[in-house]
T-cell receptor, first 115, second 109 residues
Framework: ETGVTQTPRHLVMGMTNKKSLKCEQH?????MYWYKQSAKKPLELMFV???????ENNSVPSRFSPECPNSSHLFLHLHTLQPEDSALYLC??????????????FGPGTRLTVT | GQNIDQPTEMTATEGAIVQINCTYQ??????LFWYQQHAGEAPTFLSY??LDGLEEKGRFSSFLSRSKGYSYLLLKELQMKDSASYLC??????????WGAGTKLIIKP
């Protein structure tokens, strides 16, 4: 595997379900990100992890819970979601040096539909 | 607030040239990125500008004017495979990326 991988690629879940999205990067980067992408809207940064430590949490509802067990893996745990949470969830990674991050590499995304 | 503006959609002809504009108002500036995103795929990095001027990379060029808060992506010799969305993103004073909503480029034969 190369680059950034995400599983599953598609997910349909009910509002009472619990599911997890997985992201893995094979680039040796030290920063990982979760984004939400809705149609015709800018990418919304949800969470940032640097060296496994969460550094950004952009007012994301608690029904989204991130986990970063090591610098290569990132999870997004989902529970009691709302229909408006339906979107493409993108994972990205980058190399951060002295507080400055270089270009981000994205995974293919998980298309989430909440019914 | 912070804001990135780019046209929602543009149409161009195969073989022609197209310029996609991006204007920004951010708290500080630490570089501007252009990404390409084909439908259903991941965004991929195209270019990075931090100093004023033109950066050329094959058929793609990116220009930056920091004083005007303006950038453009120039695509030459358009090919059908260039049909995609083009995302502009600015890194602010906190080194956080602020994203535009993207410009959907449609290439016609």
């Amino acid at each position: 595997e190369t680059g950034v991988t995400q599983t599953p690629r598609h997910l349909v879940m009910g509002m009472t379900n619990k599911k997890s999205l997985k992201c893995e990067q094979h680039l040796g980067h030290n920063a990982m990100y979760w984004y939400k992408q809705s149609a015709k809207k800018p990418l919304e940064l949800m969470f940032v992890y640097n060296f496994k430590e969460q550094t950004e949490n952009n007012s994301v509802p608690s029904r989204f819970s991130p986990e970063c067990p090591n610098s290569s893996h990132l999870f997004l745990h989902l529970h009691t979601l709302q229909p408006e949470d339906s979107a493409l969830y993108l994972c990205a990674s980058s190399q951060e040096v002295s507080g400055e991050s270089y270009e981000q590499y994205f995974g293919p995304g998980t298309r989430l539909t909440v019914t | 607030g912070q804001n990135i503006d780019q046209p929602t959609e543009m149409t161009a002809t195969e073989g022609a040239i197209v310029q996609i504009n991006c204007t920004y108002q951010t708290s500080g500036f630490n570089g501007l990125f252009w990404y390409q995103q084909h439908a259903g795929e991941a965004p991929t990095f195209l270019s990075y500008n931090v100093l004023d001027g033109l950066e050329e990379k094959g058929r793609f060029s990116s220009f930056l004017s920091r004083s005007k808060g303006y950038s453009y992506l120039l695509l030459k010799e358009l090919q059908m495979k260039d049909s995609a969305s083009y995302l502009c993103a600015v890194r602010d004073s906190n080194y956080q990326l602020i994203w535009g909503a993207g410009t959907k480029l449609i290439i016609k034969p």
